[in-house]
């Protein structure tokens, strides 16, 4: 229930003092709903982590991700779809992580007398694995998972057995559903 009063008719009058023009009514809206409704936020559920199986882990990205179906996602997405996401993922990493595999092994060879400057292009090497792992992901949620309320992302999270290393694992979140009773 809204209520509109107008405002004073009376201007205070203006510095010039020499115009007789009067300013126009201004409309005030007051609220009279004494009686709020509680508004319910959706919770987010736990984000569905994907870890990696490879045989080759440089720097944490592993060479490869599990490609089984997990059943939080029943309902969600299909089987295919899920698969058809992780064997893309899959081919980025078969691209990058054994080039720096082999990388990091020369690496290795030479650091003693590089004084550990040929370790360097590993660096980069996972920087840009990292980057189009990432350009992947936005790929995929763009065409397909944003629009079933579903969203890929890249995190670093720390390994099972122990806190101190960590991991690159594939995320994902299940939007929360738009609330249709709150107001924009």
């Known amino acids: 229930m809204s209520q509109v009063s107008p405002a004073p008719s009376t201007a205070p009058p203006s510095a010039s003092g020499s115009t007789d023009v009067e300013e126009p009514e201004i409309d005030v809206i007051s609220s009279s709903d004494d009686e709020s409704e509680p508004i319910y936020i959706p919770k987010e559920k736990e984000p569905i982590v994907i870890r990696g199986v490879g045989n080759i882990t440089v720097f ?8 089984e179906y997990p059943p939080e996602l029943t309902g969600y997405i299909a ?7 992780l064997s893309r993922v899959n081919s980025v990493l078969k691209r990058h992580v054994q080039t720096s595999s082999r990388w990091l092994l020369c690496g290795l060879a030479l650091c003693c ?8 292009p590993v660096i980069c090497l996972n920087r840009r694995t990292v980057i189009a792992l990432e350009k992947c992901l936005d790929h995929e949620n763009v065409s397909l998972y944003h629009k ?4 890929w992302s890249l995190a670093r999270r720390p390994t099972e057995p122990s806190d101190r290393l960590t991991e690159y694992v594939l995320e994902l979140k299940i939007l929360p559903k738009a609330a249709l009773n709150i107001p924009d």
Not at 113 to 120: D, T
Not at 148 to 151: D, I, M, P, Q
Request: include cysteine.
């Open 113 to 120: 007398c590089s004084l550990g400057c040929s370790m360097w």
């Open 79 to 85: 089987p295919e779809e899920l698969s058809a996401t």
């Open 60 to 67: 944490g990205m592993n060479s490869r991700f599990n490609t």
């Open 148 to 151: 079933l309320g579903l969203h």
